[in-house]
């Protein structure tokens, strides 16, 4: 069985880490799995008011999050939920379509997206959750 690792980005994160106890990432033999990452600044947890500026960080946080659990960042994602509380926002669904294609020019992984009545921390609007795998070096 392969061995679990956590991660845990500087920041923000470090609090829900302490305060919720859970960690931003696991490593799990040849995966990486996030959880759930809002757009919340990462050094200081305030959300955007916009939500496409919302939206543009929580991928950028997903980022971070991979990339700090050892991996490459989004071009070994393979998985994505994605939870909002607005589906129907086309504002909002530009701006996710815009993220998949600056973050993964070169594929297009498996996505599923959920409409919630609330998500975990006051304020936040979108969540994002992925699973990647982690590529040998060549």
Same mark, same amino acid.
Not at 37 to 44: E, F, L, S, V
Not at 86 to 90: G, L, R, S
Not at 101 to 110: A, E, G, S, Y
């Given at each position: 069985m392969s061995t679990l690792e956590y991660f845990t980005y500087d920041g923000f994160a470090e609090q829900l880490r302490d305060g919720f106890w859970y960690n931003q990432a696991v490593k799990i033999g040849d !995966? %990486? +799995?996030c959880s759930g990452?809002?757009?919340?600044?990462?050094?200081?947890?305030k959300l955007p008011t916009s939500i496409t500026a919302e939206i543009?960080?929580?991928f950028s946080n997903v980022d971070l999050a991979l !990339?700090?659990?050892?991996?490459?960042?989004?071009s070994q994602v393979?998985? %994505?939920h994605i939870y909002m509380l607005? %589906?129907?926002? +086309?504002e909002a669904v530009k701006a996710l379509v815009r993220n998949m294609?600056?973050?993964?020019?070169?594929?297009?992984? %498996?996505l599923t997206v959920v409409g919630v009545k609330d998500l975990a921390l006051e304020g936040m609007r979108i969540e994002v959750e992925v699973a990647a795998v982690i590529t040998p070096p060549a």
């Open positions: !995966r %990486i +799995e990452q809002g757009g919340w600044d990462p050094a200081t947890g543009d960080q929580a !990339r700090t659990a050892g991996g490459q960042g989004w393979y998985k %994505i607005d %589906i129907k926002d +086309e294609k600056k973050w993964m020019p070169n594929h297009k992984p %498996i």
